[in-house]
């Protein structure tokens, strides 16, 4: 894609908090959660949405999805307690259609994410990535910032200072998805001074990880990395409130504390023993993100129904 799409340049409008519905603790299914598709160049995504209030977009990460990232964890339904919060499986995952071409993915990715606003009438919203969300997240910000309220990076600061190298593991990473590793994955994401998982490991893992995943799709997602790139001089110009959220043991954490120096408007929470793999489900990241939304309400008033 070569622009924006249709509505990508949208101001915040009145008119889109829903009437509330209750959240009881029990399971999804029995909540009435009913997943619903919207078009998006091309592919048909799949989402959910619950609750009223200001709208609050939820963005999983790299092979997962909406239900286990975010309402297995108990996340999606504390949140729709005071927020309409619509969760989407983003392409290739999930629900959500998976083309096996890498042009299929990249930037469109994030663009998906301004279509659920047009989907949903939303002029403006929170915005909640973990990894690859938090990819997707960077971009938005110096793409369409006037379309997010507030943005929340978790687990990853955006695809900055991009080499031949990173092309190259890229690459690496995406063959070895193709035949069901997660070996430089894994390896990568190891916390420095952790003992290194042996090969058993990384095999029971990477079986546990890709069971059911449409691997062409996961490939195709990675070899697409170059085309989320963005740059520090970009992301200096925001001036939309930002949280970022990184655990002590993420590797990411010094890219997090370079943002901190960068962003005007930054706060940065690191989750004290958190890894990669453990911050996403902790409670200081669910602690974290209630505190930074309540604090930028909006002053939408409520009344239309989806």
Known sequence: ????????????????R????????RSPARQGLRGRFFESGGLRLHYVVHGSGDPVVLIHGY?????????????????????????LDCRGHGRSDKPDDPSAYGREMAWDVVRLLDHLDVGAAHLVGYSMGAHMIAQLLTLV???????TMAGAAGRVGWTRSDDDLAELEAREVEVGSLR?????????????????????RSRAALRRQDVAALAAVRRANRQEVVSDDELARVDVPVLGVVGSLDPYVDRFRHLERLMPDFRLAVVEGGTHRTTAGHPDFVRA??????????????????
């Open 18 to 25: 829903v009437a509330a519905q209750p959240a009881t603790g």
């Open 1 to 16: 894609m070569d622009g924006p799409p249709p509505g990508a340049d949208r101001r915040p409008t009145t008119g889109t």
């Open 145 to 151: 910032p006037e379309r997010i309220l507030t943005a």
């Open 289 to 306: 993100l209630e505190t930074f939304l309540a604090e930028h309400p909006t002053s939408w008033q409520a009344s239309e129904q989806i």
């Open 184 to 204: 430089s994955q894994i390896l990568r994401l190891t916390p420095a001074g952790a003992p290194a998982p042996t090969e058993p490991e990384i095999r029971a």
């Open 63 to 87: 092979i997962s999805d909406l239900r286990k990232a975010w309402v297995e964890r108990g996340i999606f339904f504390r949140l729709a307690e005071r927020y309409r919060v619509a969760a």
